[in-house]
Each structure stands twice: as structure tokens, then as C-alpha cells.
Nanobody
Framework: QGQLVESGGGLVQPGGSLRLSCAAS????????MSWYRQAPGKERELVAT????????NYADFVKGRFTISRDNAKNTVYRQMNSLKPEDTAVYYC?????????????WGQGTQVTVSS
């Protein structure tokens, strides 16, 4: 069973930076793309960024382009997101996500989420 565990959230002032990590286990990490989502209070969960299995390609939502960077270390089964120039509207619970094949089926896995609060 695939498991994802996020860490690195917290309280930061506007303009500040945070680095989130997501450690994966239970599936062949370097075979599958990874994504970060976020959910703000009262809003639907939205896609923030995606990285391919080899880390060679990334995609970002327009609202984070130029400020957030997604990366991965396949030797450590970990995906990262560096967040710079944080804004109050970035306040949300951030989740990592993947889909993988197991037992002939495609499965999805979500982390428990990590809270990021941007406030002065």
C-alpha cells in the first residue's frame, strides 16, 4: 500500500519561504509522477504542481509560477516543494499525491497534509 508523509509546513510571514517534503513508501517511487495539491478553508482542493517520474519535466499552476519549485530525489523516495515569495493567499493545507499500479489496478495515494499559514 502506497504511503505519503508530508512535512515542513508552518507559519511564515508574507514574502518568506518554506520547503515542504513528502516521503513515499510502499510503491516503486521512481516509476510514477508526483503532484502537490492544496486546499484553502472553504475552497476546493486544487493542483499546484506536478513532476514526472524522472524529474525531467514539471508543470505549475499559474498562481505559483515563478515562486514555487517542485523537485524529487528518487534515491530518497522523496518529493519536495520550495515555496518562495509566499502570499497570504497561499495559506492552505498542502497534500502530495501520486497514482501507481499495484496488483493489476491503478491506485491513488494522498498524504495526510501539512498546514502552511502565511501571515504577519
Amino acid at each position: 500500500q502506497g504511503q505519503l508523509v508530508e512535512s515542513g509546513g508552518g507559519l511564515v510571514q508574507p514574502g518568506g519561504s518554506l520547503r515542504l517534503s513528502c516521503a513515499a513508501s510502499g510503491f516503486t517511487f521512481n516509476n510514477y509522477p508526483m503532484s502537490w495539491y492544496r486546499q484553502a478553508p472553504g475552497k476546493e482542493r486544487e493542483l499546484v504542481a506536478t513532476i514526472t517520474s524522472d524529474g525531467g519535466n514539471t508543470n505549475y499552476a499559474d498562481f505559483v509560477k515563478g515562486r514555487f519549485t517542485i523537485s524529487r530525489d528518487n534515491a530518497k523516495n522523496t518529493v519536495y516543494r520550495q515555496m518562495n515569495s509566499l502570499k497570504p493567499e497561499d495559506t492552505a493545507v498542502y497534500y502530495c499525491n501520486t497514482y501507481y499500479r499495484s496488483g493489476g489496478r491503478w491506485l491513488t495515494s494522498w498524504g495526510q497534509g501539512t498546514q502552511v499559514t502565511v501571515s504577519s
